[in-house]
């Protein structure tokens, strides 16, 4: 197949296919995969947008019959993920095409994981080493994301909630990368501003989190400076006005970018986001931009350096490196406020007395084992206190 005009592609490894109209390729990149039957995996707020029109059909003009699963939660839960493989099994399917934000994508890694593999997905807990339990072939799977900020579409794990124990859990598999990711900024065109920021603010976190981590990774680290640099440039264009399609573009990039660059890791921020939203429902966005610059003042002393130059892609200017680590947090809190989002957890209902439960969890999580400064459990009942009241 040839390359359309207006679009690009890129391999690392995943197949993407970036720009303006690239959903219509979704029926010939299936085809070229192989797919006889797809199973189409989303969720009903991306079809009441009519952004699954386009798509079937693509899938129709390709001859590619399917069906469609739209039970999916923002926080998707084991349940959904083994509800929607028994309609891949049931259909006959051979390719999985998740349509939506992180959650659905994640749904729809891990369908293809339940399909082919026996037992509880606990069994494939990345922290208990489940991630050796995963083994090829697994179907193909095409991702179309409809928000900027997980960067699900290139990343090779998913995070579901665990019935066993209601707890987030990092399922990891190079095996579960999509084979294509198509990033057509229309759409996430239909994101109102108050989730363009959330996500916008996810993909930053990844970025961030994912410069500072400890370990050696070059090609993450500048990846991920790439992502913060373009936040910085089109994070509030893209919230101000959902129709400026160039910012939508980058803010699709950053997203991409923070997940191909957080293979070398996270940090404390994820560790306070992730019971924020398992327990309580925050949106996982929303959680990492109001503990984001506490999270910050604590690794300053780490990795100064590193610090100061997240500073320095968000605009933050001056030559003293620990003048510029100190600013960096505040550009953080600048950003936010600027697009719109809450800045503390009270506001967000929660209490001084939730956090000491809160903070065992968040110790229990496997994130900040790769924070530049290592933390206990004290460090992130600090962290979440320090972003109770945060202004």
């Not at 909630?161 to 399922?171: D, G, L």
């Not at 294509?180 to 996430?188: G, H, K, N, R, S």
Request: aromatic content about 4%; proline content about 6%.
């Amino acid at each position: 197949m040839t390359d359309t005009p207006n679009l690009v592609y890129w391999s690392f490894p995943t197949r993407v296919v970036l720009g303006e109209g690239a959903v219509t390729q979704c029926g010939n990149e299936a085809q070229r995969l192989g797919a006889e039957r797809v199973l189409l995996v989303s969720d009903h707020v991306v079809e009441k947008a009519g952004l699954l029109e386009p798509v079937r059909a693509a899938l129709d003009a390709a001859g590619l019959p399917h069906e469609s699963t739209l039970g999916i939660s923002s926080n998707p839960l084991e349940t959904e993920v083994l509800g929607a493989a028994r309609i891949y099994d049931d259909f006959e399917a051979n390719l999985v095409l998740g349509v939506g934000g992180g959650s659905v994508l994640d749904v729809a890694k891990l369908v293809r994981l339940s399909a082919t593999h026996p037992g509880p997905l606990a069994e494939y807990d990345d922290a208990t080493g489940g991630s050796a339990k995963i083994k090829a072939p697994l179907p193909p799977m095409i991702a179309i994301p409809t928000t900027a900020g997980t960067g699900s579409e290139v990343g090779r794990s998913g995070v579901v909630t665990i019935q066993a124990t209601n707890r987030k859990t990092v399922i990891f598999s190079p095996l579960l990368l999509p084979e294509v990711a198509i990033l057509d900024p229309v759409m996430t065109q239909t994101m109102p501003p108050g989730m363009t920021a959330a996500t916008g603010m996810d993909a930053l976190t990844h970025c961030i989190e994912a410069y500072a981590s400890i370990g050696d990774h070059p090609m993450a680290d500048a990846i991920a400076l790439g992502g913060v640099r373009l936040c910085h440039r089109s994070l509030k264009a893209a919230t101000d006005d959902g129709n400026d399609l160039r910012a939508r573009k980058d803010m699709l990039k950053a997203a991409m970018m923070g997940a191909v660059a957080f293979q070398k890791g996270l940090g404390a921020c994820h560790s306070l986001a992730h019971p924020l939203s398992a327990e309580l429902g925050m949106h996982h966005g929303l959680a990492n931009a109001i503990c984001l610059p506490a999270v910050l003042d604590f690794n300053r002393a780490a990795v100064p350096k590193r610090i100061a130059e997240i500073a320095r892609q968000l605009g933050v200017r001056g030559s003293d490196e620990s003048t510029m680590a100190f600013e960096c947090a505040g550009a953080v809190r600048a950003l936010r406020k600027s697009i719109g989002l809450p800045s503390d957890l009270r506001s967000q209902g929660i209490e001084e007395g939730q956090l000491p439960r809160l903070a065992a969890l968040a110790f229990a999580d496997s994130c900040h084992a790769l924070n530049p400064r290592p933390c206990t459990q004290d460090d992130l009942l600090a962290l979440y206190k320090a972003s109770l009241d945060d202004g």
